[in-house]
């Protein structure tokens, strides 16, 4: 294909918020520093003042969910000891990887430090659990320490499993075309990389989903939607060719949202391929190979965003914490939990929260936010030796940007209805406001949220 000049295209700046938008800015920033951004999930029996223990809390995990935990745990637990194992110093925030990746942010935005965040007397064991063995109420490190506990808390994430695709690896992120939003703001830099060269060099795009339960579902969809509405910004759009690939029969969760995707991409001429699972890359050639129901289709590409199928971290995946049977075993084995109490049903001083844990709704920062409480309030309750009375009711939200300065604030439960934290948002039209949110809000509310204080 011809190659054009090269065009320079940092995103141009927002203007200014009008009175409406200042005003939304202070009204939100109240909600940050207050109840917190966005609605909490959270059914609760009562606040009650710090539980005298001296019980051995373990939480394993050092990301959003076990750092809010532990600072929660610090405040509502006097005498407890406290422990978190996680070798990580690092400490990512993922919900900005996505305005990474299309040029939106710089990296160095969403990158900051666990210490920052750890509360003061908890033990901090920075090594990697590779073992569980609940029935001796232990777990065992990499640096072959084994640790007792009292209770147990669960927050490492999920893996993210690009051995499932042949020929893929993450040494090939920013090379051949090839992109992908997850993990970390390298990856995030690498792909805005190959963003660029598509919008300069023109060609066809495609665009994947893994199957089953994956970290926040809506990334794959904003990564789409943003680098179309870059090709249109820089007059670019008539030289790609844009095609998502759907593993299933739809887009979303969400049916009123999957029903607006499924009108809204056709409309940006962006193709949609149904049951198309991405199985294999060959980088080399630049072709894609995608498992369909009528066998397997070979797609020819000079730029893919790759989403890998996602599942439990092996140490829990081989555990008999995981799910044993049922769809969250099939899926990626993750962390059995009740999915209103958070609380394992074999294990009862096991708990979860987080992307790890196996609950029919989204893997979001939102969901943690709302996971954190239920857990923290639930295992005080279970110390005391009382019936465990706050319930997750399945709350999360995506800001689904459809372009720069629009998106549509999608917040929804175990049902699946719709449950807007701002009557005057419209939950099924883009406005600027959640993009606001998103770009200039979200960040403040999830550094609250580690700290235990939303």
């Known amino acids: 294909m011809k190659k054009h000049a090269t065009?320079?295209?940092?995103?141009?700046?927002?203007?200014?918020?009008?009175?409406?938008?200042?005003?939304?800015?202070?009204?939100?920033?109240?909600?940050?520093?207050?109840?917190?951004?966005?609605?909490?999930?959270?059914?609760?029996?009562?606040?009650?003042?710090?539980?005298?223990?001296?019980?051995?809390?373990v939480i394993v995990g050092a990301g959003a969910a076990g750092l809010a935990l532990a600072?929660?745990?610090?405040?509502?637990?006097?005498?407890?000891?406290?422990?978190?194992?996680?070798?990580?110093?690092?400490?990512?925030?993922?919900?900005?990887?996505?305005?990474?990746?299309?040029?939106?942010?710089?990296?160095?935005?969403?990158?900051?430090?666990?210490?920052?965040?750890?509360?003061?007397?908890?033990?901090?064991?920075?090594?990697?659990?590779?073992?569980?063995?609940?029935?001796?109420?232990?777990?065992?490190?990499?640096?072959?320490?084994?640790?007792?506990?009292?209770?147990?808390l669960i927050a490492t994430g999920l893996q993210l499993d690009f051995a499932a695709i042949e020929g893929m690896s993450t040494e090939l992120i920013g090379r051949e075309g090839i992109g992908c939003v997850y993990d970390?703001?390298?990856?995030?830099?690498?792909?805005?990389?190959m963003i660029e060269s598509l919008v300069n060099d023109g060609g066809v795009g495609l665009f994947t989903r893994g199957p089953g339960g994956i970290k926040c579902a809506g990334a794959p969809l904003k990564v789409t939607m943003l680098t179309e509405d870059l090709l249109r910004r820089s007059g670019r759009r008539d030289a790609v060719q844009m095609i998502y690939n759907s593993p299933s029969a739809g887009l979303f969760s969400q049916p009123d949202i999957n029903e607006f995707l499924k009108r809204h991409f056709p409309e940006r001429d962006v193709a949609l391929n149904?049951?198309?699972?991405?199985?294999?890359?060959?980088?080399?050639?630049?072709?894609?190979?995608?498992?369909?129901?009528?066998?397997?289709?070979?797609?020819?590409?000079?730029?893919?965003?790759?989403?890998?199928?996602?599942?439990?971290?092996?140490?829990?995946f081989h555990s008999s914490l995981a799910w044993q049977s049922g769809p969250f075993a099939d899926d990626g084995r993750w962390l059995e939990v009740d999915r209103h109490t958070m609380r394992h049903p074999r294990y009862p001083n096991v708990f979860g929260a987080g992307?790890?844990?196996?609950?029919?709704?989204?893997?979001t920062a939102a969901s943690v936010k709302a996971q954190v409480p239920v857990v923290a309030h639930n295992l005080a309750?279970?110390?005391?030796?009382?019936?465990?009375?706050?319930?997750?009711?399945g709350y999360t939200s995506c800001?689904?940007?459809?372009?720069?300065?629009?998106?549509?604030?999608?917040?929804?439960?175990?049902?699946?209805?719709?449950?807007?934290s701002f009557p005057f948002i419209d939950p099924l039209r883009?406005?600027?406001?959640?993009?606001?949110?998103?770009?200039?809000?979200?960040?403040?509310?999830?550094n609250a949220m580690l700290r235990g204080r939303v």
């Open 7 to 57: 065009h320079r295209f940092p995103w141009a700046a927002s203007p200014e918020p009008d009175h409406s938008r200042r005003q939304f800015l202070r009204n939100a920033g109240m909600g940050i520093t207050g109840a917190g951004l966005l609605g909490s999930g959270l059914l609760l029996g009562g606040e009650a003042a710090a539980v005298r223990t001296s019980a051995h809390v």
């Open 71 to 152: 600072n929660r745990l610090s405040r509502s637990l006097e005498g407890a000891r406290l422990t978190i194992i996680d070798p990580r110093e690092r400490h990512v925030y993922q919900p900005g990887l996505t305005l990474v990746a299309t040029g939106i942010w710089n990296s160095p935005k969403v990158i900051d430090r666990n210490s920052d965040y750890m509360p003061r007397g908890v033990n901090w064991v920075k090594a990697q659990v590779i073992e569980y063995d609940p029935d001796a109420n232990a777990v065992v490190t990499d640096a072959g320490e084994r640790i007792a506990y009292d209770y147990l």
């Open 184 to 193: 970390n703001p390298e990856h995030a830099t690498r792909t805005w990389s």
């Open 274 to 316: 149904w049951h198309h699972r991405l199985t294999g890359i060959e980088p080399e050639a630049r072709r894609a190979t995608f498992a369909t129901p009528e066998g397997d289709v070979r797609l020819d590409y000079d730029f893919i965003h790759v989403v890998p199928p996602m599942r439990a971290p092996d140490p829990l």
């Open 355 to 363: 992307d790890c844990v196996g609950t029919p709704i989204g893997k």
């Open 381 to 393: 309750q279970v110390i005391q030796g009382r019936e465990e009375d706050a319930r997750y009711d």
């Open 399 to 420: 800001p689904l940007i459809t372009e720069k300065g629009k998106a549509i604030l999608v917040e929804f439960d175990y049902e699946l209805k719709m449950v807007p």
């Open 430 to 446: 883009e406005h600027w406001a959640p993009w606001v949110m998103k770009d200039r809000m979200l960040h403040g509310a999830y």
